[in-house]
Structures are given as structure tokens and as C-alpha cells.
């Protein structure tokens, strides 16, 4: 029974190219976050889908950032011109519901490093 | 807004001691806290999860209490091993915001022989 699973696991790109990272969710699961985490810090929350449907993006930024999670296949978080702000490790996450005695689980994460 | 703080943001001990990890959050109104480890350039496992309407859960040699109305859980680990080395993390969700989680900054514990 697989977990989530990211991938790649390690993405290098220069400044202003695209960054796609990808994200397939516990079989079963039909809700995924995606949570950045930056050098010394917390991770923070960026951008809640269920299938075909942003739910919250309020943690993602306005500009660059874009993210889906089709019917079909992984969902896809997708960072145009990068910065070298951007990097950082970029975990997924799925869980079966929401609510009370939902448990959620992390894929091992993409770490972006733009130069 | 949820805020989450964790205490000590370090810790090194020696094998064998029992090791008592605080969290707290600022809004009382969750359904979950879940408790995480993270080793250096890995992903988050996770350990426990506590709903809110219970009061302590446990696996193995780690225990998780939750005082909800005071918005404080505690992760206490017996026998620590030099394996137990890693980044604990604290999260809780939110009524208001559903699903998403906030996290602390973490405990880094190192364990040695």
C-alpha cells in the first residue's frame, strides 16, 4: 500500500524557468496539500484541492504559482520563472476526509533549488 | 489566526532518558493534533494523531497528551535511543479553516550513547 509519493525527489532550474512538481496521493485518498517548507523554517500551508477543485489557496502566492489535481493522475504543482526564493522543499499531503480522527500523510517531498 | 509554538526548539540528551516535548496553539477550536517526526532531508512521519475530543494517545514508547481548552499537547518519549534522533513536529488543524494544518517550528532532538 503505497504512501504518497512525489516526485522528482530533487529539482535543480535556473532563474525564470518552470518548475513542475508532482504529487500522487495515498490510494483511497481524495484530498491533497501542498506545504512548503524554507531553510530554518516552519512548514507553512499553501494550497488545499480535492478532485478538480480548489478548495483554499490562500497560503500560495498570487503570482507564479498554480496548482490542479485532475480526475485523472497526480497533482501538480506548477511554479512559472522561478526565483531563487523559491527554493525550498515542497511536501504533499492526503488524507481520506476531513473533520475529527483524519490522519494525514507526507510524501517525502520535492527540494526545488533555483540558480 | 492559529499559531503553534514549540518548546524546547532544542534538545540533547543521553540515551536512556525520558524526554517530555511541549506544544501549544492559540486557537482551541481544532479537530486534530498530530505529531510528526522529520529526519534531516527526509519527509514527515507521522507518530501520533489525537482528536480533540480525546484526551492522550499512544504507541510504543511515545505518549501524546492534549489539554484542548488550554491549547497545549505534550509528546512524552521513554527510554530515548540514539534512533529517536530527529525533528518532532506539532500540528493542528482549525473548525475554520478545514483541513489545512499549522505547524510548529519543531524540537530538534539528538540522542546520544
Known amino acids: 500500500n503505497a504512501g504518497v509519493m512525489q516526485n522528482p525527489r530533487h529539482l535543480v532550474r535556473r532563474r525564470g524557468q518552470e518548475a513542475r512538481l508532482r504529487c500522487s496521493p495515498v490510494?483511497?485518498?481524495?484530498?491533497v496539500y501542498w506545504y512548503r517548507q524554507l531553510p530554518e523554517e516552519g512548514l507553512k500551508f499553501m494550497v488545499y484541492l480535492q478532485k478538480e477543485n480548489i478548495i483554499d489557496e490562500s497560503g500560495m502566492p498570487k503570482e507564479r504559482f498554480s496548482a490542479e489535481f485532475p480526475k485523472e493522475g497526480p497533482s501538480i504543482l506548477r511554479i512559472q520563472q522561478v526565483v531563487r526564493g523559491d527554493s525550498a522543499a515542497y511536501f504533499c499531503a492526503s488524507s481520506r476526509g476531513t473533520g475529527g480522527g483524519t490522519e494525514a500523510f507526507f510524501g517525502q517531498g520535492t527540494r526545488l533549488t533555483v540558480v | 489566526k492559529q499559531e503553534v509554538t514549540q518548546i524546547p526548539a532544542a534538545l540533547s540528551v543521553p540515551e536512556g532518558e525520558n524526554l517530555v516535548l511541549n506544544c501549544s496553539f492559540t486557537?482551541?477550536?481544532?479537530?486534530?493534533l498530530q505529531w510528526f517526526r522529520q529526519d534531516p532531508g527526509k519527509g514527515l512521519t507521522s507518530l501520533l494523531l489525537i482528536q480533540s475530543s480525546q484526551r492522550e494517545q499512544t504507541s510504543g514508547r511515545l505518549n501524546a497528551s492534549l489539554d484542548k481548552s488550554s491549547g497545549r499537547s505534550t509528546l512524552y518519549i521513554a527510554a530515548s535511543q540514539p534512533g529517536d534522533s530527529a525533528t518532532y513536529l506539532c500540528a493542528v488543524d482549525r473548525g475554520s479553516t478545514l483541513g489545512r494544518l499549522y505547524f510548529g517550528r519543531g524540537t530538534q532532538l539528538t540522542v546520544w550513547p
Open positions: 486557537d482551541s477550536a481544532i479537530y486534530n
Open positions: 490510494k483511497g485518498h481524495s484530498h
